[in-house]
């Protein structure tokens, strides 16, 4: 009996010395306990997005502004201190994504969301002209019509109770698919764009099942589970649903299409332009292929959509708590827009301030990406620690959101924090991350959300049965455990 305990322990001390076999000064850091080899997996092991959500708030609690989670030989440095997130962030270095975000890659290829080095410096070059003024305005054009739709939409519901994610999420998913691809999805009720809208819908689920399990984290593994398949399957009608628009948007693509001079009035009106055009236009000239324009449609479709979807979904839920910022909001639209039902012009866009408030106040509490993750490719010191290549460091948004010492009296919904109050440290609020790698589509988002939160809060009185605030869950974006049910009275009938 001893000899085998001997052995046993000999044998997982020869492997723990194989495995893991260098000390850092990280391992000197909180965090939740580490055992010899496995580290803290057992923790994560099979657990919900809801327990996950729940663990890593708990951990940010009970360690504090750092600590290290250990996956077998991964060491995870989570941080939610505004000094190390500056650090990590504004690092010209610190660009590349950490293992999670491999789980995309069959997806989205390297596109500007996971690619680094010189590939994505070469691709935001090229995609930065996509959200010039110019031609957001062109795309505001397509928000306005899609909110008119929306409106008519929520005007049936007849004053009833409505939830809230699926109506909105087909707003963002139409606008994202006009103002990407040049495609309208509502209008296309074929069997493969019905197909592609639950497909994109419903992948982001198994990516955090899979996160979840790490035995399905090896590919090959993965495709032999029911999970990979079903994966494998909606890949598929993601990438020819794509494949199929590029081709077509190809036929009728003439040279000079995708150029625009910054002062052409007629973008928006007579002509009406896609970032894909944007994307042949850098095909025709060499710049790229027609893989990197597949990448780059899949990677739009994909940070496009859902996640300005959370952002109105929460926007409107505090909306319809707040009377009182309701009532402002109202004010402030009426004093822009009259009684009319004129379009907003982009100057009254810009002048929505307090509306922009809301936008922030509300990504503050709910930013629809609740964390980011590096992967470190150099050593580097975060301020007195020095973290080795091979660390990946987990940025909590969420956390640092929260934080008493940033924000005072932080669960409260205050978007006057936002208006002309003390300045906010510029790393402290970081809903669209910061530094280099920073949300390439910020623009395109708070436009699409001012589009939106007038059009709806113009036309209707909003409320709510329960104002108690829903139970979270994150799998890449942050999501609620139960429907968000909202009242949209019309004001006018
Ligand atoms: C409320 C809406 C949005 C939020 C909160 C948001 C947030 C973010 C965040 C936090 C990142 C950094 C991701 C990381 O470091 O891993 C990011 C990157 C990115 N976002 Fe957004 N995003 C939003 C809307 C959009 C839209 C509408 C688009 C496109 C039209 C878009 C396109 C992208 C792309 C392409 C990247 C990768 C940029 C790069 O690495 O160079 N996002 N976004």
Request: include cysteine.
């Amino acid at each position: 009996m001893f000899l085998s305990l001997f052995l046993v322990a000999l044998i997982a001390f020869i492997v723990w010395r194989i495995v893991d076999d260098e000390v850092t000064p990280l391992d000197k850091l909180p965090g939740p306990p580490r055992k010899p080899i496995v580290g803290s997996t057992f923790e994560f092991l099979n657990i919900s997005p809801r327990e996950m959500f729940l663990k890593i708030r708990e951990f940010t609690r009970d360690y504090g502004d750092r600590y290290v989670i250990k996956i077998f030989k991964r060491r995870i440095l989570h941080i939610n201190s505004v000094k190390d997130v500056e650090i990590v962030l504004s690092h010209s270095r610190n660009i590349k994504k950490s293992m999670p975000y491999t789980f995309l890659e069959a997806w989205l290829g390297t596109g500007l969301l996971l690619s680094s080095g010189a590939k994505w410096h070469k691709r935001r070059k090229i995609l930065t002209p996509t959200f010039h003024f110019n031609i957001l305005k062109s795309f505001a054009v397509v928000m306005e019509e899609r909110t008119r739709g929306l409106v008519e939409r929520l005007r049936g519901a007849g004053g009833a109770e409505v939830s809230l994610m699926p109506v909105i999420s087909d707003y963002t998913l139409f606008t994202i698919c006009e103002t990407a691809m040049g495609t309208q999805l509502d209008a296309d009720k074929s069997k493969s764009t019905l197909a592609y809208k639950k497909a994109i819908m419903d992948i982001g689920a198994l990516l955090l099942a899979r996160l979840t399990r790490v035995w399905l984290h090896n590919d090959y593994i993965f495709r032999k589970f029911p999970i990979g398949k079903q994966f494998e399957k909606y890949l598929h009608q993601v990438h020819s649903f794509a494949d199929n628009v590029i081709m077509e948007r190809k036929k009728t693509w003439r040279p000079g299409q995708g150029d625009f001079k910054e002062d052409d009035e007629s973008i928006g009106k007579k002509k009406r332009l896609a970032m894909l055009d944007l994307l042949l236009e850098a095909e025709n000239k060499g710049e790229i292929d027609f893989e990197g324009i597949r990448e780059e449609v899949n990677t739009f479709m994909f940070e496009g959509h859902d996640t300005t979807a959370m952002a109105v979904v929460f926007g409107l839920m505090l909306i319809a708590d707040h009377q009182d910022v309701q009532d402002r909001l109202y004010e402030e639209l009426q004093t822009i827009l009259g009684d009319s039902d004129k379009a907003p012009s982009m100057a009254d866009l810009n002048d929505m301030k307090f509306l922009e408030a809301i936008i922030k106040e509300t990504l503050r509490l709910y930013p629809s990406v609740p964390f980011i993750a590096r992967e470190i490719t150099e050593d580097f010191m975060l301020d007195d620690i020095p973290i080795k290549k091979g660390v990946e460091i987990a940025v909590h948004i969420y956390d640092l959101h929260r934080r008493a010492d940033l924000f005072p009296d932080p669960e409260t919904f205050k978007p006057d924090r936002f208006l002309n109050g003390d300045p906010i440290h510029p790393y402290a609020f970081v809903p669209f991350s910061a530094g280099p790698r920073n949300c390439i589509g910020q623009r395109f988002a708070m436009l699409e959300m001012k589009c939106v939160l007038s059009g709806i809060c113009r036309n209707f009185k909003l409320s709510r049965t329960t104002n108690a605030r829903p139970a979270l869950t994150a799998d890449m974006l942050i999501r609620t455990e139960e429907p968000v049910l909202v009242k949209f009275i019309p004001r006018k009938v």
